[in-house]
């Protein structure tokens, strides 16, 4: 099976070659090509096409999410690997076509889990990530808000009081503690929900929490 072929993009030399020494360990994945400017990785992208783009956000010449627009289109899987762990950035790189996000101190862990599950066309949110998503997520609006969206309105009040809970980042099974139901009713009613909702994942899940006001951006 051939590998994966990889490009790095980032401005620090020690943590490129730190990523590469991780990704030397799994045959499955090679690096190709590395920069440290957006300019000289947009070169490299186009020049050498690899499977997979490892962006920082910081760069000195322009910034990874940048890069990730101008390659968006392209069949490139994007991981951003960066310091920034505010929701913003995170929703931005999503938003300017990345496929995964982790913060730097996670890639030892976590690089190889998420070059694989990107491989597989889906999203990969380490587990630091999460964790500043459920803090962002806990600025819930009142109950009595009123969410004028006719798609949430078709989810009936059992459906929307998870919805609220998933959009918590809490787990099936501690969704099922709190309602008094088993986890496998949890599971039944995120399928409508996700359904319902024309959502296919946990991002599309945030994205769509932000948009109608189940996610507080301003805290």
């Given at each position: 099976?051939?590998?994966?072929?990889?490009?790095i993009i980032d401005?620090?030399?020690?943590?490129?070659?730190?990523?590469?020494?991780?990704?030397?360990?799994?045959?499955?994945?090679?690096?190709?090509?590395?920069?440290?400017?957006?300019?000289?990785?947009?070169?490299?992208?186009?020049?050498?096409?690899?499977?997979l783009v490892i962006?920082?956000?910081?760069?000195?010449?322009?910034?990874?999410?940048?890069?990730?627009?101008?390659?968006?289109?392209?069949?490139?899987?994007?991981?951003?690997?960066?310091?920034?762990?505010?929701?913003?950035?995170?929703?931005?790189?999503?938003?300017?076509?990345?496929?995964?996000?982790?913060?730097?101190?996670?890639?030892?862990e976590n690089l190889?889990?998420?070059?694989?599950?990107?491989?597989?066309?889906?999203?990969?949110?380490?587990?630091?990530?999460?964790?500043?998503?459920?803090?962002?997520?806990?600025?819930?609006?009142?109950?009595?808000?009123?969410?004028?969206?006719?798609?949430?309105?078709?989810?009936?009040?059992?459906?929307?009081?998870?919805?609220?809970?998933?959009?918590?980042?809490?787990?099936?099974?501690?969704?099922?503690?709190?309602?008094?139901?088993?986890?496998?009713?949890?599971?039944?009613?995120?399928?409508?929900?996700?359904?319902?909702?024309?959502?296919?994942?946990?991002?599309?899940?945030?994205?769509?929490?932000?948009?109608?006001?189940?996610?507080?951006?301003?805290?």
């Amino acid at each position: 099976m051939n590998s994966k072929k990889i490009v790095i993009i980032d401005d620090h030399p020690l943590l490129r070659e730190g990523l590469k020494s991780i990704i030397q360990q799994d045959a499955r994945f090679e690096v190709v090509g590395e920069a440290g400017d957006g300019t000289t990785g947009l070169e490299m992208i186009d020049r050498l096409v690899p499977d997979l783009v490892i962006l920082d956000i910081t760069l000195p010449d322009m910034s990874g999410l940048q890069v990730a627009k101008k390659i968006k289109n392209k069949n490139h899987k994007i991981i951003i690997v960066s310091m920034h762990s505010k929701i913003e950035y995170i929703i931005e790189a999503f938003q300017a076509g990345a496929t995964g996000y982790m913060v730097k101190e996670s890639a030892r862990e976590n690089l190889i889990a998420g070059l694989q599950t990107v491989c597989r066309g889906e999203y990969f949110l380490d587990s630091a990530v999460i964790a500043v998503l459920v803090q962002k997520l806990r600025g819930m609006p009142p109950k009595e808000m009123t969410i004028e969206d006719p798609a949430y309105s078709t989810l009936t009040p059992r459906e929307q009081e998870i919805l609220r809970y998933f959009a918590e980042g809490l787990k099936p099974r501690e969704i099922a503690k709190n309602l008094y139901i088993s986890p496998k009713t949890v599971d039944n009613h995120r399928s409508n929900i996700m359904h319902k909702l024309n959502l296919a994942n946990t991002v599309e899940l945030v994205r769509y929490a932000a948009k109608i006001g189940l996610v507080d951006m301003e805290k």
